[in-house]
């Protein structure tokens, strides 16, 4: 897998918890921007360049979204011209598809509860790869002390159009309470984000709700500047970061 470099904007001088105690890779959740072909389209060039329009803005990690993919030719064609555009500036991940992941060099995945087990993307990845796990109800936060994964994404926090999720949003007492028990299997340096609904006006909230970051999609790629919204994010994420570390 290749090793990111961090750039300037993403300087992790200022970054929450990160983690490689179950692998071997740390991990900026602060801004995670996925591109989803559902919302972006599949053009390759065109995700391409909102890839690297997301990381020049402050985004600090990427995500490859595809669900259903009928054409793995085309998927994986779409993810090298991202990870080309994106130049090792931030890691670029791929959803659920291991296979995908491996053939294109990418940094490593996000797995679902219903994907492979995360034991079994570590033995296909390696120790350098990052891998990451959606995280729902309490019962599934209780068994991260066994799984060897880098971070976690709790939700749907919030109602989203961009995904059909048969489960009812958490709200934040639901992610607050999630979170608690991913911290109390797995320690506070087990990075933990929060996915879906989120945006300009409640990705404060979150991270004042225990989030280390947000996961977005049409907040960030369905903006007219994805530079400007991406660098206007940053700037609510890392100032409630600021305040709830001010606070402890």
């Not at 904007?9 to 591109?35: C, M």
């Not at 995360?118 to 309490?138: F, M, Q, S, V």
């Amino acid at each position: 897998m290749p090793a990111s470099a961090t750039s300037p904007a993403n300087s992790p001088a200022n970054s929450p918890a990160t983690s490689s105690a179950a692998g071997s890779r740390a991990v900026d959740l602060r801004l995670y921007g996925l591109l989803d072909v559902g919302v972006c389209g599949a053009d390759g060039a065109r995700l391409a360049e909102l890839g690297a329009e997301a990381v020049a803005g402050g985004c600090t990690l990427l995500q490859y979204r595809e669900k259903d993919i009928a054409d793995a030719r085309a998927a994986l064609a779409r993810i090298r011209a991202i990870l080309a555009a994106v130049g090792g500036r931030v890691p670029v991940l791929v959803n659920d598809r291991v296979d995908l992941a491996l053939a294109a060099g990418a940094d490593g995945v996000h797995l679902g509860q219903s994907d492979l087990h995360p034991a079994d993307a570590r033995r296909l990845l390696g120790e350098g790869a990052i891998i990451g796990l959606t995280l729902k109800k309490p019962a599934q936060a209780d068994e991260l002390y066994r799984l060897p994964v880098d971070y976690a994404c709790i939700g749907g926090v919030f109602a989203t159009t961009s995904k059909d999720n048969p489960d009812p949003p958490v709200g934040l007492d639901g992610f607050a309470s999630i979170a608690f028990r991913a911290r109390l299997a797995r320690g506070a340096g087990l990075p933990l984000g929060a996915i879906a609904g989120i945006g300009l006006d409640n990705a404060a909230a979150v991270v004042a709700a225990g989030a280390d970051g947000v996961a977005v999609i049409t907040a960030l790629f369905g903006a007219d500047s994805v530079r400007q919204r991406a660098h206007d994010l940053r700037a609510r994420i890392d100032g409630a970061l600021a305040e709830r570390a001010g606070a402890r």
